[in-house]
Structures are given as structure tokens and as C-alpha cells.
């Protein structure tokens, strides 16, 4: 605790703390700043190289976490290295009764948990509205890769918001990034304090990379990326409500149908095939694989047609079938040689399912109509 509030921390949590404990104190354990650059893309399929935007191979990735090597990756700026060292996270505002500031360590020391948690970009699936929808989308050209889960570990936000007293007039949470734009968005007071809503320093096991969002960022389960702010440095707790760039101008409905502009918040039920774009698999007995994903609870079920849409079948759904996180389903597949489409459309326990069509939006969010994905058969 760099100050405020020091009273709160028993001391002893510093010889029983969980979670993964860098080895001399934060420096020794934690990536040295500077000495990591960004991991080059590898497999991963490059959308943008400046502002990185990179999609991660879903046809590659075997398992419930995406591996971090794969992890899609959405930066505004480009990647600021952080001195672990010198950081702070300063939680303040005017529904704060005292401004805290907390460093490193004081992270590392409260209270772990660990959770798998989906992250989707809202411009995941943009360049369909072109490809299926007759109209391209300006922005970022995403195909259906700019989705993952990751096994993240950190606090929970509320009792960090906790350590500096919130009051009862709260109404917004500011989380704001120290990347060169100081990328920053709101989040309502009562999703920082749903017990989902964690500041990470660790995925899958390690250390958050830099692109990531070193030292800290948060992982806000069922909101559309741009409320997972990485390099976090400060939070600020409003009895109004917030207003940035990020949820008035970028990351907002626009067009004929929304002339209120509603800020993104949820990312839509969705579906893909774990095959590349234009795959081409040998004849023979086929298992496809792919995920399914909802803001809204589990997945209840996997609908998937071979011929256009006129017949359609389900899928098997694998465990485990964690909400937040996305669910595998596989199809065994009699594929002879020929053009296909795989359509998939997946159904949450709510009953919520993936439109025919997508609703225009001038800034191409939210894409999570069915996508006939081409295969061939050779
Ligand atoms: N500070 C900061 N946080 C950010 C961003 C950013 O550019 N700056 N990009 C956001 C967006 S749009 C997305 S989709 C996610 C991507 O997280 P990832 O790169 O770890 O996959 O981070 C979000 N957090
Ligand atoms: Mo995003």
C-alpha cells in the first residue's frame, strides 16, 4: 500500500499469499520492463501490424483456453512497456471516500482468483457484413478470430473499489489504460462489483505479456473487449455518469436504426468453425470442431446445416460448459469431395440465437448472424 488505508492489510498475508509469487519480490519474479518485445504474430493472422491487430488461428487451438502464442490481440497504440517497479494504480473519483494508491506488490499480495473468461473484440466478424451482408464495414477487416479465452488470474475489482470506500452515489467506473492514448471507457459501479469483474496480472499461468496489458488490466466477463482495459493506471469512481471517446464516438451503435448512438456493451451469441477460412479437408469421416459463445448464460445448443440451410442437425456439446467462457461442439462428418458450407447457430439457455441476417451499423460491431463457412473437399 503506497498510501491510505495500509491498516486494512494484515501483514501476514505477505508469508501465505496465493498465486503465482515472483520469486525475489516483484522485480525478479515479474518481466523485467524492456526486456520483452512484442511476440512476432507466429500463426496468428495479421489484421493490422500497425496498431497491432492480429486474430488468434482457431482451427489451431485444441482445447477450452486459447494458448497465449494464439491469444487475438486488439492494441489502439502501440504497446507501452511498463516499469513494475514505478507503477501505480490510483483508484479515485468523487464517489471514493479516500483516493488510494496501490502499487505491484500490493496487487500480488490481496486475495487471488483464477477464471475463465472470454474476450471478443465488438468488430469481431467485420469483414462479413461485406462478404454476406453486400456492404463492407469500414475498420478493422476481422474475420471470426478476433475472440478468445484465456485462464486469467488477478483480483477482484470490488475489493480493490472496496480499499478506497465507495460511496452509495456511485454510479460509474471509470478504467482507464497509461497506453500513448490513454484508451479509456466506463463501466456501470454494479458490474465492477459483480465478483466476475477481476484486474488481471496473469494469463494461463503467467505473467500478463506486455501486449497484453502488463502490469495489470481488467477482464470485465460478457462486455465486448474495449471495457478489458489493459496497462490500467488509474480508476476513478463517478456519481455521474462517464463519458470518453470510447462509449460516445468509437465503440457505439451508429446509423438510420440508432440515432440515440447506445455504447456497445454485450458481445452477441455466436459460432464458429474451428477450420480455416476456405479449409480444405480430405474425404473420408470427418470430426469438425468449433465454439459457441454467449454474454447471456451456457450454451444449450449447437444447430449446423451442410446444404445451405435446408436440413439442419445438432451438434455435440463438450464440457465443461462454463458461462463467460466459450462451449466446443463437434460434428462427425461423412465429407465427400465437393463445395460445402458449414452454417452453425448457436442457442443459449436464455433462449437468445444467431439471427439469419445482421442489422447494419455504420462502424460494423457486433457481427453474430450465421456464417456459412467454405469448405473443401478433396
Ligand atoms: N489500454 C487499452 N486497453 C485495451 C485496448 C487498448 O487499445 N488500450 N484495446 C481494447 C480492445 S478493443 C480489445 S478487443 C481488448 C483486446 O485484448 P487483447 O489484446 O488482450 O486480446 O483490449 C481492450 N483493452
Ligand atoms: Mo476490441
Not at 494484515?10 to 512484442?38: F, Y
Not at 439471427?355 to 462502424?363: A, E, T
Request: with cysteine; proline share 10%; net charge neutral.
Amino acid at each position: 500500500m503506497v498510501d491510505g488505508n495500509g491498516g486494512d492489510m494484515p501483514l501476514g498475508r505477505h508469508r501465505s499469499r496465493q498465486g503465482p509469487k515472483p520469486a525475489e519480490g516483484v522485480t525478479a519474479g515479474a518481466p523485467a520492463s524492456g526486456s520483452s518485445s512484442l511476440a512476432p504474430p507466429g500463426q496468428r493472422r495479421v489484421v493490422s501490424a500497425t496498431p497491432p491487430v492480429y486474430e488468434a488461428p482457431l482451427e489451431l487451438i485444441q482445447g477450452l483456453i486459447t494458448p497465449t502464442a494464439f491469444f487475438f490481440l486488439r492494441n489502439h497504440y502501440s504497446t507501452p512497456i511498463i516499469d513494475p517497479k514505478t507503477w501505480r494504480l490510483r483508484i479515485e473519483g468523487s464517489a471514493v471516500e479516500r483516493p488510494v494508491e496501490l502499487n505491484y506488490d500490493d496487487i500480488l499480495n490481496m486475495r487471488s482468483r483464477s477464471q475463465l473468461t472470454l474476450v471478443e473484440c465488438a468488430g469481431n466478424g467485420r469483414s462479413l457484413y461485406g462478404t454476406f451482408g453486400g456492404r463492407p464495414a469500414p475498420g478493422a477487416a476481422w474475420r471470426l478470430g478476433g475472440v478468445s479465452v484465456g485462464e486469467w488470474t488477478g483480483v477482484s475489482l470490488a475489493e480493490v473499489l472496496n480499499q478506497a470506500g465507495v460511496k452509495s452515489t456511485g454510479i460509474d467506473v471509470l478504467l482507464e489504460g497509461e497506453d500513448e492514448g490513454e484508451v479509456a471507457r466506463p463501466i456501470p459501479l454494479k458490474v465492477a462489483m459483480d465478483p466476475g469483474t477481476i484486474l488481471a496480472y496473469a494469463l494461463n499461468g503467467e505473467f500478463l505479456p506486455p501486449e497484453h496489458g502488463f502490469p495489470l488490466r481488467a477482464i470485465v466477463p460478457g462486455w465486448t473487449g474495449i471495457s478489458s482495459i489493459k496497462w490500467l493506471g488509474r480508476i476513478a469512481v463517478e456519481d455521474r455518469p462517464i463519458k470518453t471517446r470510447y462509449n460516445t464516438d468509437q465503440y457505439v451503435l451508429k446509423g438510420p436504426e440508432y440515432p440515440d448512438n447506445p455504447p456497445v456493451m454485450h458481445y452477441g451469441v455466436k459460432s464458429a468453425v474451428a477450420l480455416s477460412w476456405n479449409a480444405t479437408v480430405p474425404s473420408g469421416i470427418r470430426t469438425v470442431r468449433g465454439f459457441a459463445w454467449s454474454p447471456y448464460g451456457r450454451i444449450t445448443r449447437l444447430e449446423y446445416s451442410l446444404d445451405e440451410g435446408k436440413i439442419w442437425a445438432e451438434a455435440r456439446l463438450l464440457e465443461p460448459n462454463t458461462p463467460f467462457a466459450w462451449t466446443r461442439w463437434e460434428i462427425t462428418w461423412p465429407a465427400s469431395p465437393g463445395n460445402y458450407t458449414i452454417i452453425t447457430r448457436a442457442t443459449d439457455e436464455a433462449g437468445n440465437t444467431q439471427p439469419d441476417r445482421m442489422p447494419w451499423n455504420d462502424l460494423g460491431y457486433l457481427y453474430h448472424a450465421v456464417v456459412p463457412h467454405p469448405v473443401q473437399v478433396v
